[in-house]
């Protein structure tokens, strides 16, 4: 049973379609929020269509005017939560320019292309609210703590938390927060499809559980309260954080 701690917000999550995206534009939706579901795939989309609370919109958040048009159309939000991402694997000698230009656009650029878009109309809203929230998916791996064969992964989720600060002590005073979540390794589709492709999927997973002091990996669904928080109003005091939810990964 929900609180309604999120009644009545408006809500826009990217990568809504699967994992942590998923779980969160669900865990919202339960405490009262409006969620605004996207993804780049429509058809990930399609689970959430009729679920109370969400809409959906598929959308590229690469593509700067597909953004633009959909901050035109959609009300004001309240709270914007930057999930998309990529898991880029390798070494500094094993990081083309390409894969380090595709990490740093979807992981990094498209936060830069989403506030662009949505803050100007989320400020004017704080002034009658109780202020607004942008969330960003950040990571335990190289952002906070270095792990091997996470070079241009590493790499842009530290800039993800840089950007994050620099957007926090901007706006503090107009009543905007804005933090990012740190989550540790979680079992996610992504994750299971990266299992997969490793030359020894067994061994994979075994490294993959070793790095987590818990013993499992974590669930979407643990990753999601976090969001929740940062969304709602108990949180109007932090800004400007990375916050981990990682099992201990990185004591």
Known sequence: MNSGRLQAKRILI??????IGRASALACAREGAQVIATDINAV???????MPGIQTEVLD???AKAIAALAQ????LDVLFNCAGIVPNGTVLECSESD???AFDLNVKSM???VQAFLPAMLERAKVTDGASI??????ASSIKGFPNRFAYGASKAAVIGLTKAIAADYVKAGLRCNAVCPGTVDTPSLRQRIASAPDPVEAEKNFLARQPTGRLATAEEIAPMVVYLASDESRM?????????????I
């Open 44 to 50: 990930l989309l399609a689970s959430l269509a009729d």
């Open 73 to 76: 159309r959609l009300p004001t």
């Open 61 to 63: 958040v690469r593509d």
């Open 14 to 19: 990217t990568a809504a379609g699967q994992g």
């Open 135 to 140: 969330i960003n998916m950040a990571s335990m």
């Open 112 to 114: 830069y292309r989403m």
């Open 238 to 250: 932090v800004t400007g954080q990375a916050l981990l939810v990682d099992g201990g990964a990185t």
């Open 100 to 102: 380090w230009d595709l």
